[in-house]
């Protein structure tokens, strides 16, 4: 059964590494988590994007980190600056 697992491997790989060749001579790029964002998101969203808890948001805000804008008493946060924030904190 091992054989067969990594025969479908192998055959999944060529077939991946076939698709980004024809993906670059098109020109596609490939979609981003920031290719899916909305403009604006609410603090517990923005929790949820970053993984980490809405005090943690607060204070992302707070040393500002987030660029914000309030709707009513709601405070919103810009998807450029939740896109900007994990770009910024990329592991390499």
């Given at each position: 059964m091992v054989s067969g697992v990594s025969s479908i491997e192998e055959k999944l790989n060529e077939i991946f590494s076939r698709l980004d060749e024809i993906e670059k001579?098109?020109?596609i790029q490939p979609k981003?988590?920031?290719d899916?964002?909305?403009e604006a998101y609410s603090v517990k969203d923005a929790s949820k994007i970053l993984?980490?808890?809405m005090v943690k948001v607060r204070q992302y805000i707070k040393y500002n980190f987030?660029?914000?804008f309030?709707?009513?008493q709601k405070v919103m946060i810009?998807?450029?600056s939740l896109k900007r924030?994990?770009?910024n904190n990329k592991t390499k």
């Open positions: 001579r098109v020109g981003t988590l920031s899916y964002m909305d993984g980490c808890t987030l660029d914000t309030r709707v009513g810009t998807s450029e924030l994990i770009e």
